[in-house]
C-alpha cells in the first residue's frame, strides 16, 4: 500500500470535503461531497453513510472507488486518491457520523438514521497530487 505524499498529508488531516466517487450500476461515476477521517496508523480512509443510498449499494457491488480533496485557499493544489472499499461495518451508535460532526461542525446534531448507519473504510491503492 503507497504511503500518502508527505507534501499533501495536511489535505488529509484538516476538515476538508472530499468530492467522493463510486460506479453506479450502469458503470458510471456518480460524485458526491462528503466528509472523512484519515486514519494515520493505518493508512485508511473512512467516511459514514447509510444502507438507504446509492453510494452504499455502488461499493457492495463495485468497491473501486475515488477521492479528490482541494485546498480550499488554493483549488489547483489537490490530492486524488484511488481506492478500494476495505470493509463496510455497520455503526449503529452512529459514532463515526457524531465524530466527524465534531470535526466539521464543532458541534453533534441527533442522529436520526443510526440504525442504517455504516462505516466504509477506504485503502487507497494510488495517490495523484498537484501543487501548482
Keep these: 500500500m503507497p504511503a500518502p505524499p508527505p507534501t499533501h498529508l495536511d489535505l488529509l488531516e484538516r476538515p ?4 467522493w466517487a463510486t460506479l453506479d450500476n450502469h458503470g458510471a461515476p ?6 472523512f477521517l484519515w486514519d494515520p496508523d493505518h493508512e485508511v480512509i ?3 453513510h447509510t444502507t438507504k443510498r446509492a453510494n452504499h449499494a455502488n461499493v457492495r457491488r463495485d468497491g473501486r472507488v475515488a477521492l479528490l480533496i482541494w485546498d480550499p485557499d488554493d483549488p ?7 481506492g478500494v472499499v476495505q470493509s463496510i461495518d455497520a455503526d449503529p451508535t452512529g459514532s ?7 470535526r466539521y461542525r464543532g458541534t453533534i446534531a ?15 491503492v494510488a ?6
Design 16 to 19: 476538508l470535503f472530499a468530492a
Design 30 to 35: 456518480l460524485v458526491n461531497p462528503m466528509w
Design 46 to 48: 473512512r467516511l459514514t
Design 76 to 82: 489547483y493544489r489537490y490530492i486524488q486518491i484511488r
Design 96 to 102: 463515526l457520523h457524531e465524530a466527524l460532526q465534531d
Design 110 to 124: 441527533d442522529v436520526s438514521d443510526r440504525s442504517s448507519r455504516v462505516v466504509i473504510t477506504v485503502r487507497p
Design 127 to 132: 495517490y495523484k497530487v498537484r501543487d501548482d
